[in-house]
Every structure is written in structure tokens, then in C-alpha cells.
């Protein structure tokens, strides 16, 4: 008799996403469930996971959800060609949804619990939710709890004109008041990023991107949907001279501002997976995993008292902490063992800063050769929940194409001064 040994393997099998695209275009009417159905369909027919009881589980989440979402990732397991006895969850930590989703599903797989798993995320920058405004809100409540209909009118004869203003989700830190694009400029300042290293950045993650999509290397990746083959965002002309050009957009009140929306990651819509399962589960269908997924690592820095430590609690820098204790836990050097590096690209400055933090803390300069090789959130998008996943997918398909041993680092920052990071190894 076989002995099975926990934690087991976690493999990477595949992909699949839909386009990104800008808030406000073609998936304007588009819901989180209707984004991540597509992205779901596309995996169920691409590795046969229609028959009962193919997926042990399914989990997902989305950062910008409306109340008929609370249960999100099985009402999509329900619309979908899944297996509708398929269990399913939510998870939401900020921009780390997608790469913490994977997380929560690899454990199970890793301790038998499961064989296999589906997991990511999806978010809509366009189809926000709008809250009841808040004095209204107790208004109503109050209108509610009255024990007659005289009470009932007497509460809601204090509903204002200005009561019937939404309130309407704002992309700054509640702690703070600031936007996570100042909170980048506050750090980008605290590092002395200037502009060009940004814009350069910016440029190479669209001509990367480009030339990722020219060799077909998202064919079976990334599927159509509603008339988009290719993330809109994508300006495979993109050049530092005509970045250079674009007026800065955050950190306006300093002296010298550098950000832009050219080096910065546009509101963006989409939905993205990864199919993860056991070698087991993979050996009986014949597949061959791209990667496996080795170790991972969550962060937060304090940054609400301000930025200290010389910047590296800057809102977006926990993976400034994350790498390196992941690193030392996992007996891996950055330089020796990394072939391929994914940080994810919320802000141009942000990444500089994190390679820079991760120097002063002792991490060898990163090879920017192997860094977003096939480009990354600048020319993608960010759809919030969704870019985990479409890192992980991206980064387990360049391993495997290179047919030899490898190991590649992902870095995710997340709003609330997070930070998610992982290994995948391809032995």
C-alpha cells in the first residue's frame, strides 16, 4: 500500500482570463458573476472539468462588490457548466484577492483535503456599487423600527434633498483620506524615483506585452469576450518620449511631480483563474502541470503613523517584508535561484521602490531582463481581484516554456498596506 505524504505538491495546470479593459467601455454592463462565468467557462471547456465532481472546490472574490454578490464565487459556480455541486467561497483582501484565493485553495490540495481547485477573482471599476447615503440610511432604519404608521411618518418626514446623493465607493484609504496614487507619490518621493525610471518601466510593460501577444503566448490564456481579443490598455507603441509627454496626476502639490496616468495602472474591468490540483489529479487526465506552486507570504506595514523606516512602510510596500522572510524561510537566494520575477505593477514608482527596499534589505538587485518578461499590470489593467490570478497563470506558462528546471517570484501590494507573495518552481 502507497503511503500519501502532506503536504503534497500544488500544481499549476492552467489558465484562463478574459481581456482586460478600461472602466466605462466595452464592459460597462458587465458584472463580476457574468465576467468570471466567462473566464470559468473557458477553463471548464479547455480541460474537460464539466463531469461530476471534477473541481473540489471553487474559490474567488472580487474587491468592488455590490450586496447581491455576497455569495459570489458559488453563484457563479451555479451559472456556469461546473459540476452545480461544486462547493464554493468568497475571499477579499484587496489587490491580493486573486494570488490569496490560490492560497486558500493550494492548502486543501497540499493537505488532501481536495484534488483540485479553481481559484481567482474579477472586479468592475464600472459597475460600482452605490451606497444609500448614510443619513438616509438611519432615516430609514429609524422609519423601519417605528412601531406605527405615525411614527413611520414622522421619521421619514426628515428625509432632505441632500439625503438622495449615493454615496458613491472612493479609491482612497479610509485611515487616510489619500488616494492610493498619492500614498505612491508620497513613497516615490521618500525613494527618489524620478520620472524616467518610471516612464521606462511603463514603456517595457507595454512593448513586452505586445510582443507577448504577437508569439501567441496568451492564445490559450486569455478567451474573447464581448468583442475584445486583447487587453484594451495595450498600446504596443508606447515609448518613454511619448510618456514623457503626459502631465503628472499625483503628488501634484510637489515640486517636482512624476506620476502619471501613463505610469500608473488605469481603473480597469476583467476576471481571471488558475486550475490548481494535485499531481495525481493531473496524472489521470493526462495533463502536465506548468509549475508548482512552493511557498507564499503575507505582509501589512503600518502605514496610517506616517511613512517610516525610511519609506518601506509606505502603503504599498508589505512586500518590502514579505520577500525576504519567504526568501530566508525557504533557504532561496533572489539572484541564484530566480529565473523569472512578477511584480505586480499597480504604480511604476511602486515597483522601484520595492526593488530598491528589497536591496536595502539585503536582497541582490534584481535582473531586470528577467522582471515582467511578458508585461505586467501597466499594460494589462488591474482589474483589483483579478490580477493575482492573471500573474500566476502568466508566470506558470513562461516557466514551462523554457522546458528546464525554473523558479519564479511573484510580489502582489494590496490596498490596507498588504502585501501577498509566492514562489512557483518548475522542477
Known amino acids: 500500500m502507497s503511503v500519501v505524504r502532506f503536504p503534497r505538491r500544488v500544481a499549476v495546470v492552467g489558465g484562463s482570463r478574459i481581456p482586460f479593459a478600461r472602466s466605462d467601455g466595452p464592459y460597462a454592463t458587465a458584472s463580476d458573476q457574468q465576467m468570471l462565468t466567462a473566464a470559468l467557462d473557458a477553463l471548464a471547456d479547455r480541460f474537460g472539468l464539466e463531469q461530476p465532481g471534477a473541481v473540489g472546490e471553487f474559490v474567488a472574490g472580487a474587491v468592488l462588490k455590490h450586496s447581491r454578490d455576497f455569495n459570489l464565487a458559488r453563484e457563479t459556480v451555479l451559472g456556469s457548466k461546473l459540476d452545480p ?172 511631480p512624476t506620476m502619471t496616468a501613463g505610469n500608473s495602472t488605469p481603473l480597469t474591468d476583467g476576471a481571471a483563474l488558475v486550475l490548481l490540483a494535485s499531481d495525481d489529479w493531473a496524472a489521470e487526465r493526462g495533463l502536465r502541470p506548468l509549475a508548482y506552486l512552493t511557498a507564499y507570504e503575507t505582509a501589512a506595514v503600518d502605514f496610517v503613523h506616517g511613512d517610516v523606516a525610511d519609506g518601506e512602510d509606505g502603503l504599498l510596500m508589505a512586500p518590502a517584508y514579505a520577500v525576504p522572510r519567504m526568501l530566508e524561510r525557504a533557504g532561496l537566494d533572489l539572484a541564484a535561484d530566480f529565473d523569472l520575477i512578477e511584480i505586480h505593477e499597480a504604480f511604476a514608482s511602486q515597483v522601484l521602490a520595492t526593488l530598491a527596499a528589497w536591496e536595502k534589505r539585503g536582497l541582490p538587485a534584481v535582473d531586470r531582463d528577467r522582471l515582467n518578461v511578458n508585461g505586467s499590470s501597466l499594460a494589462t489593467g488591474h482589474p483589483f481581484a483579478a490580477t493575482g490570478a492573471r500573474i500566476v497563470a502568466t508566470l506558470a506558462k513562461a516557466l514551462a516554456e523554457r522546458e528546464s528546471p525554473g523558479r519564479g517570484l511573484i510580489s502582489v501590494c494590496a490596498a490596507g498596506g498588504q502585501g501577498v507573495t509566492a514562489v512557483l518552481e518548475r522542477p
Not at 440610511?137 to 423600527?145: F, G, N, P, Q
Not at 411618518?153 to 479610509?174: M, S, Y
Not at 474573447?224 to 490598455?233: A, E, I, V, W, Y
Request: aromatic share 4%; proline share 6%.
Open 85 to 256: 455541486r461544486t462547493p464554493a467561497y468568497d475571499i477579499q483582501q484587496a489587490c491580493g484577492t486573486g494570488l490569496q484565493a490560490i492560497v486558500a485553495a493550494a492548502n486543501k490540495i497540499a493537505l488532501g483535503q481536495t484534488e483540485s481547485a479553481v481559484a481567482g477573482g474579477a472586479d468592475t471599476a464600472s459597475d460600482v456599487p452605490l451606497g444609500v447615503n448614510d443619513a438616509l440610511r438611519r432615516i430609514l432604519l429609524e422609519a423601519r423600527r417605528a412601531k406605527s404608521l405615525g411614527g413611520r411618518l414622522a421619521a421619514l418626514a426628515g428625509i432632505r434633498p441632500g439625503h438622495l446623493v449615493p454615496d458613491i465607493p472612493r479609491n482612497a484609504e479610509p485611515r487616510t483620506g489619500l488616494s492610493m496614487g498619492e500614498h505612491a507619490a508620497v513613497t516615490a518621493r521618500a525613494w527618489g524615483i524620478d520620472r524616467r525610471a518610471q516612464d521606462e518601466l511603463a514603456a517595457a510593460s507595454h512593448q513586452r506585452l505586445a510582443a507577448a501577444y504577437e508569439r501567441g503566448f496568451f492564445d490559450d490564456l486569455v478567451v474573447p469576450f464581448r468583442g475584445l481579443t486583447r487587453d484594451q490598455n495595450l498600446r504596443p507603441d508606447s515609448t518613454v518620449e511619448k510618456l514623457g509627454r503626459l502631465k503628472p496626476v499625483f503628488g501634484t502639490a510637489d515640486p517636482d
